[in-house]
């Protein structure tokens, strides 16, 4: 019953954030508690919050605050809400910085080696010079 709509909300999702493609599990597994939640919400919204004896259905808001937390977590650990996006572009630009910083730390390296005499070390397995 939630599988179409899943299907649909991954390619929505595919179609915004091309690289969740590389994420298929994790997308497809974000899709099923968000369809399930819309299909409760829309239950919710046609039966109303509360019934003819005037209860709450705690049964379906129980189960739509479980699936938009889940829901939640994933777009969390997926980048896709404000907060994790930028911790993510912040560790994205870190690592670039690291990595740009390599050669300079290498030859600073090299550099005290060679004030102490020693031989510089080795070119990596990689074939990169170490």
């Known amino acids: 019953m939630f ?3 899943a299907v649909e909300l991954q390619r929505e999702y ?3 954030h091309p690289h969740l493609e590389d994420y298929a599990e994790a997308l497809a ?3 099923r508690v968000e369809a ?15 019934d003819a004896k005037g209860r709450w259905r705690d049964r379906a808001l129980t189960a739509l605050r479980q699936f ?6 994933y777009r969390s650990r ?19 910085a690291t990595a740009s910083a390599m050669p300079s730390v290498r ?19 990689s ?4």
């Open 3 to 5: 599988e179409p709509v």
């Open 68 to 73: 938009e937390g889940q829901a939640a977590a």
């Open 14 to 16: 595919i179609s915004r």
């Open 29 to 31: 597994g974000l899709c």
């Open 127 to 130: 074939g990169d010079a170490a």
């Open 78 to 96: 997926m980048g896709l809400d404000p907060m994790s996006q930028a911790r993510l572009a912040l560790d994205r630009a870190q690592a670039a």
């Open 36 to 50: 399930r939640a819309l299909l409760i919400d829309k239950w919710l919204a046609e039966h109303g919050m509360v």
């Open 107 to 125: 030859d600073a390296g090299r550099a005290a080696l060679a004030a102490r005499g020693l031989a510089a070390l080795p070119a990596s397995p």
